[in-house]
Nanobody, 115 residues
Framework: QVQLVESGGGLVQAGGSLILSCSVSGSIFSINAMSWYRQAPGKQRELVAGITSDGSTNYADSVKGRFTISRDNAKNTAYLQMNSLKPEDTAVYYC?????????WGQGAQVTVSS
């Protein structure tokens, strides 16, 4: 099993920055890729950014150039650096780990961007 705990959400003004952290524990060796998703009220959950075990990254078009996903294997933590935040970035952000043991999700972190 893999356990994920997000932290770092909060309230920020438009144009500001936040960094989300996803602390990973359990069968870490089984993880192939990690990603961040978000879900705004009344909308479907959507992929924000992903990173594979070899460091390859991908981003949603809406966040390219503003968000950066990274991972620190020594700390068993994945990060999402969010810059130039917009009100439309307001959502609950979820960390996801894909492993050969299955698919695992964190509990979510609220990010609210005020205009």
């Amino acid at each position: 099993q893999v356990q994920l705990v997000e932290s770092g959400g909060g309230l920020v003004q438009a144009g500001g920055s936040l960094i989300l952290s996803c602390s990973v524990s359990g069968s870490i060796f089984s993880i192939n890729a990690m990603s961040w998703y978000r879900q705004a009220p009344g909308k479907q959950r959507e992929l924000v950014a992903g990173i594979t075990s070899d460091g390859s990254t991908n981003y949603a078009d809406s966040v390219k150039g503003r968000f950066t996903i990274s991972r620190d294997n020594a700390k068993n933590t994945a990060y999402l650096q969010m810059n130039s935040l917009k009100p439309e970035d307001t959502a609950v952000y979820y960390c996801r780990a894909v492993s050969w043991l299955g698919d695992f999700w964190g509990q979510g972190a609220q990010v609210t961007v005020s205009s």
